[in-house]
């Protein structure tokens, strides 16, 4: 049985550096590129010469403050048994983060995709990074705006491996009735998809109320 962890679940990674040991929420090769440790060490710095003027600004605080600094939508897991995870991933480098990020916590873990694009990325690139060939993906288009590549399109240049879904919906319900309790879902390729699928999951937990 699913278990619901709520939005914002993220993975974590220790990281060492200068003088100090830190605890990051928000992982992922590309979230470590934007938390470089010159610019921890410069926000370190600050901390240090402002303790004298408030004394709420500590290290201690920095910690806290990194540890719990979450970023939706970039490998953010909201259910376990199976995981299903969130993220952008809507162009090359992103792809690579994801597919490294899936690697590391689930190398042998059966994975499943709920893929979506805006047509005017490169489609080609972030498909030929992200997928192994036994995965199994279901496309959809994205959004309703103009942008959003069809399922139909996606799933010429995937492959055999993918089945083109009429909705996220029924996407979704596949990815889920052909998982394992130990397999990953990943709703992926673009942040209008996981906004999107977001709302969707909203609505549904509306209505059982």
Not at 132 to 151: C, F, I, L, Q, W
Not at 183 to 188: E, H, P, Y
Not at 194 to 199: A, D, I, L, R
Request: glycine share 10%.
């Amino acid at each position: 049985m699913r278990q619901a962890i709520g939005y914002g679940g993220a993975f974590g990674t220790r990281l060492e550096s200068f003088c100090v040991g830190m605890l990051v929420g928000c992982l992922g090769a590309r979230q470590y590129q934007h938390r470089k440790w010159p610019f921890w060490r410069s926000i370190y710095t600050k901390i240090t010469s402002n303790r004298a003027q408030d004394d709420r600004i500590n290290e201690l605080a920095l910690h806290i403050g990194v540890a719990n600094t979450i970023w939706p939508g970039r490998l953010e897991r909201i259910y376990q048994n199976p995981d299903v995870i969130l993220d952008g991933a809507h162009n090359p480098a992103g792809a690579d983060a994801l597919r490294n990020a899936l690697d590391k916590y689930y190398p042998q873990q059966k994975r499943t995709f709920v893929f979506g694009m805006m047509g005017d990325k490169d489609m080609k690139s972030v498909i030929g990074k992200l997928f192994r060939p036994m995965d199994t993906v279901y496309t959809v288009k994205a959004d309703e705006g103009g942008r959003a590549a069809s399922a139909e399109e996606l799933a010429s240049l995937i492959g055999n491996q993918a089945e083109a879904m009429n909705s996220l919906a029924s996407a979704y319900e596949a990815a889920v009735t052909g998982a394992d309790a130990d397999s990953v879902i990943c709703v992926c390729g673009s942040l209008y998809l996981v906004g999107n699928f977001k709302n969707m999951l909203l609505k549904a937990k509306a209505g059982c109320h």
